[in-house]
């Protein structure tokens, strides 16, 4: 069943929402959960009504945003920078993906792009709702927060969100330095695992702020270990910067490829 946008305009409305022009689609921003969350519509809605949520950067490096919107996706947003996937937000997020499914009639599953820091969150949401998420694609991200920004190895960290995380997890610098639910851990893959989440990492070799071996190449081993189903286009010589391909197709058929598997 496909919502019609007309409908989901309306309810947009009904819930106070505003709308403004975003790279030539409709953006609607609102409040939600004391917080506020942006929905921009594609032109023409896809069958199902497929949605992706980038848990961080709204508009940074939107290239495949547009080709998903381009295509009849619906991208969905919650305000909440800094939260670095702590237990809270993954709360709020839940939120958002009950607002996009039961009020504006989204699909029942969203594709998660998670970018960076967005790892975090992305893959925290996952292993706790792994059944309102039909696939991950993860763009040079981080994998474990001792790394980014931790920097307890090779990267050089950032002290300032280190303290920003240390403040919304609630622990201390001993306790976050031995914490172990990371997205790099059996704990957090194995739901995502058992649910048949597939997911695409796009990462590359030489990033210079998320360690691509502290990162991606652990998380990797793990999944793979586990029986995952992952995949991934490593960027030899690349930078934690610009995220995403010159050539989106990949990205774009993953999502429609896992979001057609999840009406099977």
């Given at each position: 069943?496909t919502?019609?946008l ?5 309810k947009?409305?009904d819930a106070?929402a505003a709308?403004?022009?975003w790279?030539?689609?409709e953006?609607?921003?609102?409040p ?5 969350a942006?929905?921009v519509?594609p032109?023409r809605a ?8 980038r848990?961080e950067?709204?508009?940074a ?11 009849g996706?619906?991208?969905g ?13 993954v ?5 958002l ?12 599953r969203v594709?998660i792009?998670a970018l960076?820091?967005?790892g ?5 949401f996952a292993?706790?709702y792994?059944?309102?998420?039909c ?13 980014w ?13 280190w303290?920003?995380l240390l ?7 001993a306790e ?7 997205p790099?851990s059996?704990a957090?893959?194995r739901p995502i ?10 990462a590359?070799?030489?990033d ?5 071996e502290e990162?991606?190449?652990?998380l990797?081993g793990?999944?793979?270990?586990l029986?995952?189903d ?7 010589g690349?930078?934690h910067?610009?995220h995403?391909?010159p ?10 490829e896992?979001?057609a598997r999840c009406?099977?």
């Amino acid at each position: 069943m496909t919502t019609p946008l007309s409908e989901i305009r309306e309810k947009l409305i009904d819930a106070d929402a505003a709308c403004t022009d975003w790279e030539g689609f409709e953006c609607w921003s609102l409040p939600l959960d004391e917080l506020g969350a942006r929905f921009v519509l594609p032109k023409r809605a896809a069958t199902g009504n497929p949605w992706f949520w980038r848990p961080e950067f709204f508009g940074a490096f939107p290239g495949a945003d547009l080709a998903l919107l381009a295509r009849g996706w619906t991208l969905g947003f919650l305000d909440l920078p800094n939260h670095y996937g702590c237990p809270l937000a993954v709360e709020k997020f839940a939120g958002l993906h009950t607002f996009a499914t039961r009020r504006l009639g989204l699909a029942a599953r969203v594709a998660i792009m998670a970018l960076s820091r967005g790892g975090l969150s992305g893959y925290h949401f996952a292993s706790e709702y792994p059944e309102k998420v039909c696939a991950l694609y993860a763009d040079n991200p981080v994998c474990d927060f001792r790394s980014w920004p931790g920097g307890l190895w090779k990267g050089p960290g950032s002290p300032e969100d280190w303290q920003k995380l240390l403040a919304v997890y609630g622990l201390s610098d001993a306790e976050a330095r031995a914490y172990a639910h990371q997205p790099a851990s059996e704990a957090t893959l194995r739901p995502i695992v058992e649910a048949g989440i597939p997911v695409l990492h796009v990462a590359g070799d030489a990033d210079e702020v998320v360690p691509y071996e502290e990162n991606t190449v652990v998380l990797r081993g793990l999944l793979e270990k586990l029986g995952g189903d992952y995949r991934e286009i490593t960027v030899p010589g690349g930078k934690h910067h610009p995220h995403g391909l010159p050539d989106l197709t990949p990205i774009v058929e993953f999502c429609e490829e896992a979001f057609a598997r999840c009406g099977e």
